[in-house]
């Protein structure tokens, strides 16, 4: 905000004084009348004035004398209209540092956003990546006490809808009456946070001079998704894992009778045109279900639970060791991307975030699309009544914490380091049967055939799939340019045969090293 010299009242040293007429107007930033104004009363040398007529002060007074106070004589200086830094520190102005903790802006230029405000992002690049379009240090970061601020994105940028009634969008693009908010407002308050999110975006690349109408083409196309509600039957087909077939096609089938239901012939045009198809709309709700972050949030006084697309921030990937974290900053509702404190980085690394934690491949591959090798909140489900010590695995693998926090402790590992304990053996140690009473011991015998029994339950596990990991590893590298669908599925059914076999080779090892 700019302020006029030419209207300005004191209330420090005069009670009042009248305009000082300059030859041209004087328009001053905020910082700038700090230093203006201290230089004004700085040649005043009494305190107890209690009214100066500046302009006499100007022009040398009504007789050509300043003016003086009956106790002190006062002589001013003229005022020239020139801002200099003050020589007193206390009225200098305070160095801002434009860029936080040394971290330069990412492409500025190409980041801008000339809308309400400006997304900002320091020493990262977004690019392509092993795991697809990710985000990427462009310089080292050497570790902080505190965490560092790398992303900026304001509300205004997002796309949000509250999680229950009223409805509230952020920003207000839809008004009332229209008939997609009467389609948004149709569904069920409780399940359907992805229809009524996909509603949203498909009308904001619709709407005119939206935002994400440029940033729609960040978005993956339907060919680059991942996600199983866009995959063929042979797709769903090759998961190997019926349970999760039969939960996308009803995902898949809940998607499409919403679309017939409100995308009919008897809809307005300014309708149809936002899903013309339904794997239009389809690929809207795999977006929705991808790319979503729940967040509270607080507007005014209203503290709400809302479902938002978040740009650029969107295109951080998944890790269960991430290293950096989500943070909502309530005073000027931005959500910021901070590094975690003490973490190092070096240049070229990806910068990844938690999506969920305690959540299976299945779930994972449900909303997102994707399965993570070494999920250390896997399960195998055993059936059999053998069950090894659970003090003495966790002991044989250096394994610390609550079951909730299980974490492998390196500092306890041989001085070469135990690079078997990933996060698959921190899966098993939740997943395997286990039993713990008190101090009575275990029997080492007793163990190693518990423990041989629980393999061959996995055996059996593995026997059940139509092709082994070998095999699967082989049609992988035979398919260069198999759809994503088609790929990612494989790639679950490997990862879960590589699990299994992961917690067979530990309860191999814990025979091994258990106390005899």
């Known amino acids: ?33 700090i230093k203006h104004s201290c230089q004004l009363f700085s040649g005043c040398y009494c305190c107890f004035c209690n009214s100066i007529q500046l302009q006499s002060v100007i022009n040398g007074g009504a007789h050509g004398r300043p003016p003086f106070c009956s106790a002190i004589r006062c002589r001013f200086q003229p005022i020239k209209a020139s801002v200099q830094t003050p020589s007193f ?58 965490a560092r601020l790398i992303m900026e994105v304001p509300l205004e940028l997002m796309l949000t809808i509250t999680k229950g009634l009223p409805w509230m969008f952020f920003p207000d693009i839809i008004p009332v009456g229209h008939p997609i908010f009467d389609i948004i407002d149709s569904t069920n308050p409780e399940t359907d946070w992805d229809l009524r999110l996909a509603c949203l975006l498909l009308y904001a690349f619709d709407h005119k001079e939206n935002f994400w109408q440029l940033y729609g083409d960040f978005l993956p196309s339907p060919n680059e998704c991942t996600s199983l509600l866009l995959a063929k039957e042979e797709d769903l087909m090759e998961l190997q894992d019926e349970n999760l077939a039969s939960t996308m096609q009803e995902q898949r089938h809940r998607a499409l009778e919403f679309w017939e239901k409100n995308w009919h012939s008897g809809q307005p045009l300014k309708v149809k045109r936002l899903a013309h198809d339904s794997e239009r709309f389809l690929w809207a709700v795999s977006m929705a279900q991808s790319r979503c972050i729940d967040f509270q949030i607080r507007v005014g006084a209203l503290v709400k639970d809302a479902n938002m697309l978040v740009p650029y921030a969107d295109m951080l990937n ?50 997102y699309g994707f399965s993570y090798p070494g999920n250390p909140w896997d399960t195998i489900q055993f059936s059999g009544d053998a069950k090894i010590h659970l003090d003495s695995f966790l002991s044989v693998f250096n394994i610390s914490g609550l ?21 698959a053996v ?22 190693r055939d518990a423990a041989k029994a629980l393999q061959k339950e996995c055996r059996k596990m593995l026997a059940k799939f139509p092709t082994t990991s070998k095999q699967d590893e082989r049609i992988l590298e035979s398919l260069p340019n198999a759809r994503r669908t088609h790929e990612a599925a494989i790639k679950y059914r490997l990862h879960r045969k590589k699990f299994i076999q992961k917690v067979m080779d530990a309860l191999e090892k814990y025979q091994e090293l258990i106390l005899f």
């Open 318 to 367: 998944h890790s269960f060791q991430p290293n950096c974290f989500f943070h909502w900053r309530f005073k000027d509702r931005m959500l910021e991307v901070m590094i975690n404190a003490g973490q190092r980085i070096r240049k070229g690394e990806e910068m990844t975030v938690n999506y969920f934690s305690g959540q299976k491949n299945d779930i994972l591959m449900q909303r």
């Open 1 to 33: 905000m700019a302020f006029s010299l030419l209207a300005q009242q004191s209330t420090h040293c005069f009670s009042s004084y009248s305009q000082v007429t300059l030859t041209a107007p004087l328009t001053l930033t905020r910082h700038q009348h």
């Open 89 to 146: 520190p206390l009225f200098q102005a305070p160095q801002v540092d434009p860029f936080p903790l040394g971290m330069e802006p990412a492409d500025p230029d190409f980041y801008k956003i000339g809308f309400l405000e400006s997304f900002r992002a320091y020493g990262v690049d977004f690019r392509e990546g092993p795991d697809g379009f990710g985000v990427f240090a462009s310089k080292d970061v050497e570790p902080l006490r505190r």
């Open 426 to 447: 921190i899966a098993a140690a939740r997943t395997l049967p286990t039993w713990s009473d008190g101090d009575i011991p275990p029997i080492p015998s007793m163990e």
């Open 403 to 423: 079951p909730e926090e299980y974490y492998h402790n390196s500092q306890l590992a041989s001085e070469g380091g135990d690079s078997f304990v990933d996060g």
